[in-house]
């Protein structure tokens, strides 16, 4: 079937809506098809020229704790845990009935932590005008994962991606690869801040030896590839390289007194030992000590292999923490690296299976550019193959992105972001919640599932029909008669099982504007095939929008 | 079990001297010690965290495979697992699951429930041309939603009535939905009330054993358990590893007991992507490893034994001298399986694990015939 030159330009306007960005919202179709989607993908790739509106900038910085330290997250929201437990486990002695009573309330506290992070970032992603720099957060992050469920993790993970990701989502690798090496919630996620060169002056009690998750990670995920030519006396060499990177701990390098292995578990039970302020409560630190650095980090020379090690070829001499930053640089001028970032980008934007041509293409440019994120991303979208209308409407939407297209093109506001974090678990995609360091895939073959099919069309005729408690204060009151609400996890633990989210209308009346079928079909430019076009027409007013959001062309972006 | 489970903590080595010389912090004590293991046949013990288990090993339907795994050398998670589901080890472009083969190698038409995925994905090992149907975990699965209504499917059948896969999962999702929905609420109105179990994969394994035994056509059915990372702080009869076994063992023994006279004909498999280090690390744990150990468990079962050929831990009979070697190719006891309890012919088991390897013979007797 030919296509009208109106009909074509419509579907590059789509195209670049739902591939630089989470899909239309009201009015975006008008303004691209003004500007032209060439400006468009322009003014994308430099986010600093693009105006947040002020409500959206002031509603952001409510969420109060994306913004604070490490440190600060620590002291205010995990330390009176560990405070509270030790305090009951004394009283008790050792009841464990006793010491989960005595933090029950501190830890439902602590959950304000986790939902501002997910809140912040849905915000921002449904509502914020730097659509490009939004789906490259969620990118890197899913690149560089860590899960909010694992122990302090849980109070670092929003901090994690507002200060060593946001930042640097278009500029240099290495400073994107730099401040996640930097940064607590990793060093944590992976292990590495136990890694300890073995018989070093600080080798003690769980810091004793050598720990290959951060180095091995570091390779396969984040840089080079798990084809990218290195080997396993590559993984143990990298290792000892990072040693002593982790968090800050008491001074003197002997750690704490809390040493006893597997007493305690990986739920961040055993870090009273390793921050100096949790061992003497009057002082922050010990007398004599280096100030705790808040961002978290600390480089432990005591815990560090200085003996010269062969890394990839290359001799990298003892010393100290310039050894990483040299692994590092290594690591970001990779032909290897460049191979494997480029595919990941060339999925994401292009196809399941990327043209390999437009691959070599923006690794070539990474090399040249030294390894540039804004240049590689300006190749890629400017290219023949990305503007390729065999391309359009090809990616399979993953649940985030299915979710927040949905909220977007339905233009409804959302005080309570449950309904749509809670979908996103059901579908097997909890935000914050991927357990393993590979992260989330973006391929249909990861998301298209029969059940996942009926999941969807549930939360699309629930948000299409106007029954989603959207509106709703979140937890402060129930909508109902004002009764207090306990704040729920946002990120499970153990991962899921415990959802509790309903499609259909509760008792308490009405809890968002349900969106109108006709501009909703406008906003996404009635871009429906005929057969979707005329079951639409077929059905009662009211599962117009749903079919509309549960469409196939839809499903895709 | 997704992130490499210790098989070393699982099925311990107890006659090993070598064992608990490796593992000054995180080994098993040895059986009568306090949290000490359960002794399985005066070499092997089993952890004290798969106590609910014991029942099966002593009457005969549970056995383990040691020394058994993928011979591909990858210690990357994502490559072991990868090839653990395709079947094809070191092969990376297989498209389908080994599971899905296994099904397509079933002559006659497949039905919408005939293979059963618990989870909201469909994992590796069920891709593939036969249908899956998957059902979500814990209480979600029992939900009603809005496609349940007449009117609304009837509006959503309009737009996928094509042949594209978008289409195909809507038709499958569609169907086994109505199917299962209808077996689970006939069965919770008669049952217990509907009071799920407080542990997760209980509950998880008590819907499953339900279904099979509502639904005869239901043949294969698989689950996803992750969290066996052990980096750090593994623990040995408490801590990481045992607080992960206890609700995996409680949940067997009752998939066990719930699925009845099924169980007769069931054939339960559990398996990682690889082992661990044998040696614990600096921080309490394991590191990346290589051979594991299998458990086989059901009716079908000659159970009570530990099979394999076990290599030992001398520095000499480890694998790059770090990790358990690998003495049986974890396609040998599943192809065990497909030939004595699923009446698979060799030609049939070829198409399921394309070039496995020859038998050993390690595994001969495992399932009766």
Same mark, same amino acid.
């Given at each position: ?5 109106e009909?074509s330009?419509?579907?590059r306007i ?11 919202r009201p009015?975006?179709f008008?303004r691209v098809s003004?500007?032209g ?6 003014e994308q790739?430099h986010?600093?020229s ?10 952001? %910085?409510q969420?109060r704790?994306?913004?604070m330290?490490?440190?600060?997250l ?6 009176p845990i560990?405070?509270?437990?030790r305090?009951?486990?004394?009283e008790?002695?050792g009841?464990?009935?006793a010491i ?10 602590q959950r304000?932590v986790? &939902?501002e992070?997910?809140?912040a @970032?849905?915000?921002?992603a ?7 720099q ?5 990118f890197?992050?899913n690149?560089f %994962? ?8 849980n109070i670092w993970?929003g ?10 989502t ?27 060169a073995?018989g070093?002056?600080?080798s003690?009690?769980k810091?004793e030896?050598i720990?290959e ?7 396969e995920?984040h840089?080079l ?9 590559d ?23 809390h ?13 009273a ?9 009057q002082n922050f630190?010990r =007398?004599g000590?280096?100030p705790?650095?808040?961002s ?11 003996s ?13 923490i310039?050894e990483g930053?040299?692994a590092?640089d290594?690591?970001?001028t990779?032909a ?6 480029s595919?990941k980008?060339a ?8 043209p390999?041509a437009?691959v070599?293409?923006i ?20 290219s023949?193959?990305?503007r390729?209308?065999r391309?359009?409407?090809a ?16 233009g409804? =506001?959302?005080?309570?972001? &449950?309904?749509?974090?809670g979908t ?20 249909q073959?990861a998301?298209l599932?029969?059940?996942?099919m009926m ?5 699309a ?11 709703n ?12 609400? @306990?704040?729920p ?13 309903k499609?259909?209308?509760?008792p ?7 969106p109108d079928?006709?501009?909703l ?12 076009a005329s079951?639409?027409e ?6 117009r ?6 469409s =196939?062309e839809?499903?895709?972006? | 079990?997704?992130?490499a489970?210790?098989?070393l903590n ?5 006659g ?9 912090t ?5 059986m009568?010690?306090d949290?000490g293991?359960?002794?399985l ?20 339907t ?6 058994c ?14 090839f ?5 080890p ?11 083969r296994?099904l397509?190698a079933?002559?006659g038409?497949?039905g ?6 618990l989870?909201?994905t469909?994992?590796?090992i069920l ?10 975990l ?9 496609m349940?209504?007449p009117?609304?499917?009837a ?14 999962a809507y038709?499958?999702g569609r169907?086994?939905?109505m199917?299962l929905m209808?077996?689970l609420t006939?069965?919770?109105a ?10 997760g994969?209980?509950?998880d394994t008590?819907r499953?054993a339900?279904?099979i035994g509502?639904?005869?056509?239901i043949r ?7 969290g066996?990372?052990t980096h750090v ?5 408490n801590?990481?590893l045992?607080?992960h076994? !206890? ?9 066990? !007991? ?9 054939v339960?498999?559990?398996?990682s ?13 394991t ?14 079962v ?8 076990w ?14 070697a690998?003495t049986?190719?974890?396609?040998e ?7 004595s309890?699923?009446?698979f ?16 013979g390690?595994?001969?007797?495992l399932? !009766?015939?």
């Open positions: 079937m030919v296509e009208s030159a009909e330009k419509r579907d789509l195209h670049v809506l739902n591939r630089l960005g989470f899909g239309p009015g975006d008008e003004a500007m989607p060439e400006r468009y993908v322009q790739l986010p600093e693009i105006a947040i509106p002020g409500d959206l900038t002031e509603r952001v %910085n969420y704790t994306i913004h330290s490490p440190i600060a620590f002291v205010e929201y995990q330390r560990m405070e509270a437990r305090d009951a486990r004394a008790s002695g009841d464990k009935v989960k009573d005595a933090t029950k309330d501190l830890r439902i506290q304000i986790m &939902r992070a997910v809140e @970032r849905m915000m921002r449904i509502e914020g005008p730097r659509q490009l939004e789906v490259m957060t969620a890197w992050f690149h %994962n860590i899960f909010a469920g694992k122990g302090l993790d993970t901090v994690f991606e507002e200060t060593a990701i946001r930042p640097h278009m500029g240099k690798f290495r400073t994107l690869l730099g401040a996640i090496a930097h940064h607590p919630a990793m060093l944590f996620y992976l292990d590495n801040w136990q890694n300890t073995p070093s002056a600080g003690k009690g810091f030896g720990n998750n951060y180095a091995r990670e570091l390779m995920l840089t590839g798990v084809n990218g030519g290195y080997s396993q006396a993984v143990i060499a990298l290792a000892h390289i990072l040693t002593g990177s982790g968090l800050p701990r008491g001074g003197g390098g002997g750690g704490g007194g040493r006893r292995p597997g007493a305690a578990g990986m739920q961040g039970a055993g870090m030992g390793f921050f100096p302020f949790m061992r003497r409560r630190r =007398p000590a280096a705790v650095d808040p978290g980090f600390n480089f432990d020379a005591q815990r560090h292999d200085f010269s090690k062969n890394f990839l070829g290359h001799e990298i001499e003892g010393g100290g310039a930053e040299h590092l290594i690591l970001a990779s290897a690296t460049a191979k494997h970032l595919f980008l999925q994401y934007f292009v196809a399941d299976d990327p390999k437009l070599s293409r690794a070539d440019r990474y090399l040249a550019t030294d390894g540039e994120i804004r240049a590689v991303l300006e190749t890629m979208l400017t023949a193959e990305f390729d209308p391309y359009y409407g990616k399979f939407k993953t649940p985030y992105e299915y979710v927040v297209s949905c909220v977007r093109a339905t409804v =506001p959302i005080r309570n972001y &449950r309904p749509l974090y996103m678990q059901i579908l097997g995609m909890p935000l914050y919640g991927c357990q393993t360091p590979n992260g989330y895939a973006n391929t073959d998301w599932n029969p059940g996942a999941t969807r069309l549930s939360f005729t629930a948000l299409g029909s106007g029954n989603l408690p959207l509106e204060p979140p937890f402060e009151e129930d909508a109902g008669g004002g009764a207090m609400r @306990r704040e996890a946002a990120v499970p633990r153990n991962g899921g099982g415990k959802v509790n989210i499609f259909d209308t509760g308490h009346g009405p809890k968002m504007t349900p079928p006709a501009q079909a406008a906003t996404l430019g009635d871009y429906f095939s005929p057969s979707t079951a639409v077929a059905s009662p007013t009211q599962l929008a749903p079919l509309i959001l549960g =196939p839809f499903m895709k972006r | 079990m997704g992130g489970v210790d098989g699982v099925v311990v080595p107890h090993e001297p070598a064992y608990y010389d490796a593992r000054p995180i080994a098993i004590g040895r009568g010690a949290g293991l359960i002794d046949d005066g070499h092997f013990g089993l952890h004290p965290a798969l106590a609910p288990l014991e029942s099966q090993w002593r009457d005969g549970l056995a383990f495979v040691h020394a795994g993928s011979p591909d050398p990858t210690r990357s998670h994502f490559d072991a697992q990868d653990m589901e395709s079947g094809t070191g092969i990376k472009s297989t498209q389908d699951g080994w599971l899905n296994a397509a079933i002559p038409t497949h919408p429930t005939e293979a059963l995925s989870g909201p469909l994992p590796r891709s593939g041309k036969a249908p899956v149907a998957n059902i979500a814990g209480r979600a699965a029992e939900r009603p939603m809005p349940d209504r009117v609304i499917e509006a959503f059948d309009r737009l996928y009535a094509g042949n594209d896969s978008i289409s195909r038709r499958d169907e086994a939905r199917r209808s077996e006939q069965d919770m008669q049952a217990n009330g509907g009071a799920p179990s407080p542990q994969f209980s509950d008590d499953l339900r279904l509502r639904d005869p056509t294969v059915a698989f689950m996803a358990l992750g066996w990372d702080s593994e623990g040995a009869a801590g990481q045992a607080g076994l !206890k609700p995996l063992g409680e949940g067997l023994a009752s998939l066990a !007991k719930q699925l009845g006279p099924s169980y007769q004909d069931t339960i498999l559990v398996i992507d690889f082992g661990r280090t044998m040696h614990e690390n600096g921080n309490g744990g590191d990346h490893g290589h051979g594991n150990v299998m458990w086989v468990m059901g009716g079908p000659k159970g009570g034994k530990v099979y394999g050929k290599p030992g831990l001398s520095p000499g009979s480890l694998y790059q001298e770090r990790d358990l690998i049986t190719d974890f396609r006891p599943i192809a065990a399986v497909l030939r309890h699923m009446q012919s060799d030609a049939q088991i070829d198409r399921v694990f394309p070039g496995r390897p020859r038998s050993t390690n595994v001969d007797g399932i !009766k015939v």
